[in-house]
């Protein structure tokens, strides 16, 4: 189990849960989107939320900004966060609308929000878990859309939110967080959603 724990690290890497997030949203709402335009959502979250951290992780890298994907140190995390936040803000005001797409729209607020507190805490030289963050505030989009799409569905959010105890096992397997810095990056991350799922729900 030990050698298990850390793949879930690289399977729900944070850069991964907008796309995750995109894809249940789309598959519980089918019938309101067409093929394509399911294929054109997920090709501009794909491109902002994934290749474009991507590249700019290799050229932080390669200028000696940022060591590993994981972002082990405090100090390398605030120029990744602002350009997640820059991302994010890009996404909500250009592509993920909330007259179209309402639910995801707010999502993706809550995780900038979530971003934004992520980058204050390093701030206060605090690393909060970002993968803990991002799939505990996926898990409370996962119970909200259950809600209110009336899914009726328990196994999805009790997937979730077994997933985000994995998670944190496999932060604190790796020895990335202590318990303290999951605790904040379960706070930072469900709090926010919590927050914009009233706008919706």
């Known amino acids: 189990m030990k050698k298990i724990l850390p793949l879930f ?6 850069i991964f849960i907008s796309m995750y997030a995109a894809l249940f949203y789309l598959f519980c709402k089918e019938d309101a989107f067409s093929n394509q335009e399911k294929y054109f ?3 501009q979250i794909l491109i902002i939320t994934i290749l474009v951290p991507v590249l ?3 050229l ?3 200028t000696g900004h940022v060591n590993s994907i994981m972002v082990h140190e405090t100090s390398q995390r605030k120029i990744p966060l602002l350009l997640q936040c820059f ?3 890009l996404l909500v005001k250009r592509s993920i609308i909330i007259t179209r797409y309402p639910e995801l729209h707010f999502f993706f607020l809550g995780a900038l929000f979530t ?3 992520a980058l204050v805490a390093t701030l206060f030289k605090l690393k909060p878990s970002l993968h803990v963050a991002a799939i505990s505030g996926f898990t409370i989009f996962v119970i909200g859309l259950n809600i209110h799409l009336q899914m009726q569905n328990p196994y999805w959010p009790a997937l979730l939110i077994l997933l985000t105890g994995i998670v944190a096992s496999s932060r604190m397997e790796m020895k990335a ?3 303290r810095e999951i605790i904040l990056g379960l706070f930072i991350g469900v709090l926010p959603q919590i927050l914009f799922i009233y706008l919706w729900l």
């Not at 690290?9 to 944070?14: G, N, Q």
Request: aromatic residues 20%; charged residues 5%; without cysteine.
């Open 87 to 89: 991302l994010y803000i």
């Open 9 to 14: 690290s690289y399977i729900l890497h944070p």
């Open 41 to 43: 959502v997920l090709f």
């Open 115 to 117: 971003s934004i507190l």
């Open 60 to 62: 932080l890298k390669s």
């Open 177 to 179: 967080h202590t318990s």
């Open 56 to 58: 700019f992780f290799l």
